[in-house]
């Protein structure tokens, strides 16, 4: 234990210490911060540019008005009162994008609406122009059916839906937006996390065989010491990094209410200037969504045991090659089961206690991610959680005996390429 211990501090410290893992401790979730703010301004500038002028010729000649009272943002409808071959020639010209024929038949429900233009509307202005048209000819058609003002105005009536977690203490706020996509965060964060560890652990063990450094270490220390040390001093180094990211997350939440009571005026919500945090993002209409600390807690735990595993796993493959390139056919089936777990991360998202969810969270090579996921977005029985834990740590455990003999053999092996029969006679060596 000694020795595992020796090897694990320097393993841990001389990564520590380095530059680039301070950096991408404090920077990494400013980084990401930066990138989601950076892709939100984008996308509303990409909004604002792309806004399209339509000119929309009315054969039915009622359709029109309704069309133009709407509001038009992000676009712009005008009336198009030349003949259709002027209206093609200005929108080849560049006067408008494009053009819109509302054929006289739309009124029965038989024809259909065309739009023209050179470069194509794209999704978002097709279904912009679809729904003002739909509401423009509802409103026409019931208008025609004598229906009361008043209920045309019930119609046009939009709800917006509030969401309430409930769990075995009560009741809790929020949007279930928020947790899905904090629970693809945290699910992201441990698949990138392993990887990026897992494969440390892996070129590490190759830079060791291929300058023949190891063979020096194991002059005087056993191959599942080396292992270990190797496997638990990155560990180490990695939990530290995710532990600071978990307490950011869980304090730029815990203090979102405050950070986002700055940035409003209590006098623009007719509250006077003394008005409290609580009473400004009511009168706001900001609910925000709060998160248990056992989440993070949890996030914190698979995150370590899904490393622990899969470093064992990469190890026996860095032990099996003498190059990186040699590393490529035998990671994959390695990686499988993580890359599974992140492409089934949308059904377990809509549906967190199916079947399909409870599995994966509970198979240890796929168990970190689905289950973390879970934990964010729903109430997860204590005992899944617990029997999911309990078998991702018998599952490491497993994965680092037939690693470490693997590994003894496969770290002094060179000119000669590991076969699926030599795995199985080095796991049988006594």
Known sequence: MGKIWIILKSEFWRRVASRGFILTTVLGPLAMIAFFVVIGFIAAQTLTSDARTVAVID???????????????PHHLVAAEAPVDSVRTAVLEGAYDGYLVLPNDLLSGQGRATY?????????LENWLEDRIERALEEHRLREKNVDPEVLEILKTRVSLNNVKLTETGEEAGDSRFYSTLGVIMGMLIYIAMLIYGTVVMYGVIEEKATRVVEVIISSVRPFDLLMGKVLGIGAMGLVQMTVWAVLILGGVTFAGTIVALFLDPAA???????SQQEILAAADITLPSLSVDVFVWFVLFFLLGYLLYAGLFAAVGAMVEQQQDTQGLVLPVMMPIILSIVFIQPVLESPHSPLAVILSL???????????????????????????ALLVIGFIGAIWVSSRIYRVGILMYGKKARLKDLVRWMRYA
């Open 59 to 73: 054969e039915t000649g009622v359709l029109l008005p309704r069309l133009l009272a709407e509001e038009t943002n």
């Open 116 to 124: 023209y233009a050179v470069e194509g509307g794209g999704f978002s």
């Open 363 to 389: 198979i240890p090579l796929t168990a970190p991610v689905p289950m973390v996921v879970r934990l964010a977005v729903t109430e997860v029985p204590l005992w899944e959680v617990l029997l999911s834990f």
């Open 269 to 275: 919500l007719n509250l006077p200037e003394a008005a």
